[in-house]
């Protein structure tokens, strides 16, 4: 352990991958994955500080409205660990339902402002 703050980011939208040096700069040791299965699998030998995620609405899903109920299930459980989504504006209602069953302690629209993600981290 070195001590810094571990964020898990979940990079299903490769844009959101230029996110790394924002946490790297206010001093987070980053895990990044590219599916949510394998973040689950390291969140079960893992408790970073912060998990950072995509989310999208999948219409065509018959049992979940969204990419991250699997990962966000997971995280339940670890009430320490926040949680901050990145979302398309036009999914605001699919976030809101998914956020009635699941904490998110955090979402931000799409395209991710570096300022309002450095004030959200710093005060995390």
């Known amino acids: 352990?070195?001590?810094?703050?571990?964020?898990?980011?979940?990079?299903?939208?490769l844009a959101h991958n230029r996110l790394?040096?924002?946490?790297?700069?206010?001093?987070?040791?980053?895990?990044s994955e590219f599916?949510?299965?394998?973040?689950?699998a390291w969140l079960r030998?893992?408790?970073?500080?912060?998990?950072v995620a995509d989310f999208y609405f999948q219409p065509d899903f018959?049992?979940?409205?969204?990419?991250?109920?699997?990962l966000l299930a997971a995280v339940q459980?670890?009430?320490?660990?926040?949680?901050?989504?990145?979302y398309d504006p036009a999914h605001q209602a699919a976030l809101d339902k998914v956020r009635q069953r699941?904490?998110?302690d955090a979402a931000l629209p799409v395209p991710v402002q570096d300022n309002v993600l450095k004030?959200?981290?710093v005060n995390a």
Not at 25 to 31: C, D, E, M, R, T
């Open 102 to 104: 699941f904490r998110i």
């Open 62 to 70: 018959r049992d979940r409205l969204s990419n991250l109920e699997s």
């Open 119 to 121: 004030a959200l981290l």
């Open 35 to 40: 599916t949510v299965r394998k973040a689950i």
């Open 77 to 86: 459980s670890m009430p320490e660990v926040k949680v901050l989504v990145y």
């Open 20 to 31: 790394r040096a924002v946490y790297e700069a206010l001093g987070y040791q980053v895990h």
């Open 1 to 13: 352990m070195t001590g810094q703050p571990q964020l898990l980011a979940v990079v299903e939208f």
């Open 45 to 51: 030998k893992n408790r970073p500080d912060m998990v």
